[in-house]
T-cell receptor, first 113, second 113 residues
């Protein structure tokens, strides 16, 4: 089956630093999504990407849909304490929302005081 | 969390009992998805339903698990004769039509004694 690998698994950074994480797949996806999950809560949608090569921003967050359609990247600029959490990528085979998501393994972000 | 309501938030059952998890989608959404998350892992797809229809149940265990989304009322994920391995967080997501992404509820944390 399809698998999504995220790296790094965890990151320890200082407040104000920029963050980069990526997600790679063994097969093609036509939609990439990035979610953030806080402890005890459900994933919250950050960015949705629908086109290969697309670069989309949401405030301090920027995500890119890889040209090969087998990867995606998420960058966070000038990190703040509320950025702490687990970031998941998710892929769909179609461009329509009505299909299952395949989730990555997650990147845990910790901010060191 | 984006209007998807799940209850209960926490559920404790003894081995052999039944667990019923409920999900009300966001207003205007007619597509419901169930995912399971084990500690320190990503979410794994279980089943996708529309009103009165199961569209994709490829992630659903063959025995003891069932799901429904009736014409009226919430979607229900039912686990019969629960075992310790069923302990997990179960998340529901919903989406509208077209390319609208899935939005998640805050989950039900099922603990089996």
């Amino acid at each position: 089956g399809q698998q999504l690998n995220q790296s790094p698994q965890s990151m320890f950074i200082q407040e104000g630093e920029d963050v980069s994480m990526n997600c790679t797949s063994s097969s093609i996806f036509n939609t990439w999504l990035w979610y953030k999950q806080d402890p005890g809560e459900g994933p919250v949608l950050l960015i949705a990407l629908y086109k290969a090569g697309e670069l989309t921003s949401n405030g301090r967050l920027t995500a890119q849909f890889g040209i090969t359609r087998k990867d995606s990247f998420l960058n966070i600029s000038a990190s703040i304490p509320s950025d702490v959490g687990i970031y998941f990528c998710a892929g769909q085979s179609t461009n329509f929302g009505n299909e299952k998501l395949t989730f990555g393994t997650g990147t845990r972000l910790t901010i060191i005081p | 969390n984006a209007g998807v309501m799940q209850n209960p938030r926490h559920l404790v059952r003894r081995r052999g009992q039944e667990a019923r998890l409920r999900c009300s989608p966001m207003k205007g959404h007619s597509h419901v998805y169930w995912y399971r998350q084990l500690p320190e892992e990503g979410l794994k797809f279980m089943v996708y339903l529309q009103k009165e229809n199961i569209i994709d149940e490829s992630g659903m265990p063959k025995e003891r698990f069932s799901a429904e989304f009736p014409k009226e009322g919430p979607s229900i994920l039912r686990i019969q004769q629960v075992v310790r391995g069923d302990s997990a967080a179960y998340f529901c997501a919903s989406s509208g039509t077209g390319d609208q992404p899935q939005h998640f509820g805050d989950g039900t944390r099922l603990s089996i004694l």
